[in-house]
């Protein structure tokens, strides 16, 4: 989510179409995200309701969304240390259909 924030969703019915969630579900982790200092709330001006707030990431939510990002390429660089090229791409061929057939669920 905080992801999602840091690259330009500001709304919540923004970040609810792009992932899909529920309102409560998303406002809980709004919440969480708020409560820990990672985003700000602010209501926009005249408007009121949950979709009229904007969110927007802090600088601890900036410098921790860095750090989740070097602390994933090196979980990536220590699982795959002895994985070929061949099998990497393989692995990344299999991965795109199963996204494919997932999104043929919906």
Known sequence: M???INNGL??????A????LNISTLSRQLARLDAKKFITK??????RGRGYFTYS???KGKVTEQK???DLKQ?????????SDEETALLQVLLNRLVQS????D
Not at 17 to 20: C, I, L, Q, R, S
Not at 102 to 105: D, F, N, T, V
Request: charged share 30%; glycine share 2%.
């Open 2 to 4: 905080l992801i999602k």
């Open 10 to 15: 500001q709304t919540q019915e923004q970040l």
């Open 17 to 20: 179409h792009v992932t899909k």
């Open 42 to 47: 602010t209501s926009t001006t005249g408007k």
């Open 57 to 59: 990431s802090t600088e």
């Open 68 to 70: 989740m990002e070097i």
């Open 75 to 83: 979980l990536e660089q220590k699982l795959f240390v002895r994985w």
């Open 102 to 105: 997932m999104k043929r669920l």
